[in-house]
Each structure stands twice: as C-alpha cells, then as structure tokens.
C-alpha cells in the first residue's frame, strides 16, 4: 500500500483524467465549462437581493500591542455574509495585536454592531462553512436556508447569474459531462454529490455535472498549485492544467466553433469557458489567459464570464463577457459562447443562411 504522503495530489490526478475522458467518441467533449459558485451559481450580494448566504468567523483581537489599546466588550466571535466580507475586509485587524482601521463602525445583517479594525480572519477556522464538517453538510444546509427564505416570501432569489446556464447544461448527460465548478471553497467530493442530488431530486436539475471537474481550491490538495496558498492563482492554474490537457485531445474536424477572432468558423479550437465575480480574480485569469493566447502553445479557445457588480465591470474596461484573441487582444462573446456552443440553437452556424454568419460576413 502506498504512502499516504506520496499520494499525488487531485488535480494531477484530474489532469490525467480528463485527458481519456475527452478522447471519447462524443465531440461535444471538447469544451469544458468551469464555473465559480458563490455569487456566479448561487447569490448572495446584496445589490442582486442575493439570498444564499455562507457565512464567514471574524475573531476579536484580544492580544494588545500596548496597554493603552483598549479591549472590546462586543461579541469574541462574529457572523458575516461573504457579501459583508468583501465590504469590511480592508478594514480588519491581522491579530496578534495589529489593529485595523479603528475610526469606522458597521451594523452586521445579524444587528451585531462592529468595529471591524478589532476582528481578523483566522485560518482555518473562519472558513469553517465553507468547508466540509463532521457529519454536516454546509453547503446544502445554507442553499435550504436559502430556499426557506424564498418560501418565506423574504424579497430576492438564490439563483446566480449563471444558474440558468447551468440548469441548461445539466439537461443532457453529455453536455452535463463538460460543466466543472472551480471555487475557493474547501467542501470535499461528498459534499457536492450530495449537494447536486438534492438539486435534481428537486427538480431543478435533471444531471449530474462532472464530479471530477469540482474543484475546491481551498482543499490541502491544491496547495501544490500556489506555495503562499492564493486561491486566486490557484484557480488559475487549474485553467492552465485544463487547457494542457486539452490541447492533447485530437481535433474532431466534424465540429466547428466561431474562431476566437469572431469572424470565422473553425475545428481548430477547443474551448474552455470560465465564469467568475472577484474582480481580482477575473484581472489575473485575463492576464494570463491573454498571455496563453499569444503563445499559441494551446490550441484553445476562452471565453471569461465576468459575473461582478456593474460597477466592477465597468472599472475593468473589458466587456463583461469576452473571447480572448490569438493576438491577445480581446473581443465581446456572443450568447451561444457562454455555454460553449454545445447547443443544437449554437450549431445554426453551419447552415449557409444563418443570420449570424451573415452578420460576420457584413463585419469584414
């Protein structure tokens, strides 16, 4: 038996399988959708009236850098929203007595009134639900909150802006073969696979996604992706291992996309599409895939998904879905591309009357 310390980690594995599992007879394999979860699947930001909440612990800084800093009298340990987080979280403390920023007070969803310079976020156990706990769990137990607020008649709606897309995707079971979730979360397999059959003994899906394609970055696992553990450039660097997987897949010439610069039709391109909200997130995967692009070492098309607010897309000066070029330039993504083109509505491509190819001759 091997060693539990040589055990390679998931994502190698995950290269290695995707590479059979996209040589199989079906084309509809050559494109992979990979998208984020929290606020793209479900939602949870207030400017959307988001009701899927996972919440995060912030801790009170107990320890004083002097004797002059006062210890405060408000809760040791406190409740937030993600959407609360992203609103507080350049005002928190680091601990062991750094401080933050002291001069600003706010008023928790849960009526708890903070100071948010004397609370830090400790790792792991601010994440405590966002990951997998003993004998519960979290991330289904939060999406049946959701839904009883919904049933409540609490103002809102749980689904994100891609959860029709998904909903989509999941009819079919090949189509449903080419959809992945790339989180920062640290949920384990179990924990989705029982998330995703409540979701179709509901109704609201009719497959199961790819499992093998769910990935928690936050997972221990994934640590050999990013030293300092960013979950940002691990996310990253799992699209770059998607892609290199890809691009030893043969082409399947029977199979045309819209070439990435949007003016023709080719079978030279896989595609893989990712969906994300952090704007941090969306520059990186945009730089990088910017840079990939120009290489022409794989031979793949992305197409971002950026699902933030409407101020962050309008701060990024990029459309909010774009397909990026071979020269590294980028161009807005048509509707069929946001779910890869596996549609029998994306394939009218191929008919020679097709408003859509009459429309690119007209753009030349």
């Known amino acids: 038996m091997a060693k539990q310390g040589f055990l390679l980690p998931k994502w190698v594995c995950f290269v290695g399988l995707l590479a059979g599992f996209l040589t199989s007879s079906w084309i509809e394999a050559k494109t992979i959708i990979l998208s984020d979860f929290d606020d793209s699947i479900v939602e949870g930001r207030p400017h959307r009236d988001g009701l899927f909440h996972s919440n995060f612990i912030l801790y009170r800084i ?18 937030v929203t993600g959407a609360e987080l992203f609103e507080i979280k350049n005002m928190l403390g680091r601990g062991n007595g750094r401080l933050g920023m002291l001069n600003t007070k706010v008023r928790l969803r849960t009526g708890v009134e903070i100071i948010p310079g004397n609370y830090y976020l400790r790792t792991p156990e601010s994440y405590r639900y966002h990951r997998s706990g003993e004998g519960v769990n979290y991330l289904l ?25 998904m909903v989509e995707l999941l009819k079919d079971p090949e189509t449903a073969s080419s959809f992945g979730i790339l989180t920062s979360r640290g949920q384990e397999p179990k924990d989705w696979k029982e998330f995703f059959n409540y979701l179709r003994e509901r109704g609201y899906i009719e497959n199961l996604p790819n499992l093998d394609m769910v990935h928690n970055v936050s997972l221990h696992r994934y640590d050999a992706l990013s030293l300092s553990q960013d979950v940002v450039e691990q996310k990253v660097r799992i699209v770059e291992k998607t892609a290199k997987a890809l691009s030893r897949v043969p082409m399947d010439r029977t199979r045309k996309v819209l070439h990435p610069n949007g003016f023709e039709m080719t079978d030279d391109f896989h595609t893989i599409v990712i969906t994300e909200n952090d704007p941090h997130a969306v520059d990186k995967l945009y730089d990088r895939l ?3 692009a120009q290489s022409k070492i ?18 990024s000066g990029r ?3 774009l397909v990026i070029r071979p020269d590294g330039g980028m161009r807005p993504a048509r509707e069929e591309e946001l779910t890869g083109e596996l549609f029998a509505s994306a394939k009218v491509y191929l008919t020679g ?3 859509i190819l009459k429309d690119l001759a007209n753009a030349r």
Do not use: H, M
């Open 62 to 79: 107990d320890v004083r850098a002097n004797t002059l800093q006062e210890i405060q009298s408000t809760p040791y340990e406190v409740l």
């Open 141 to 165: 137990e939060d999406f049946k909150a959701a839904e009883a607020s919904e049933a409540a008649g609490v103002r809102g709606t749980w689904k994100g802006q891609y959860w029709d897309s």
């Open 290 to 292: 910017k840079l990939i």
């Open 298 to 315: 794989f031979p793949v098309k992305f197409v971002l998904v950026n699902l933030g607010t409407p101020e962050e897309i309008i701060q």
């Open 319 to 321: 459309p909010a879905n």
């Open 353 to 355: 009357d097709c408003p």
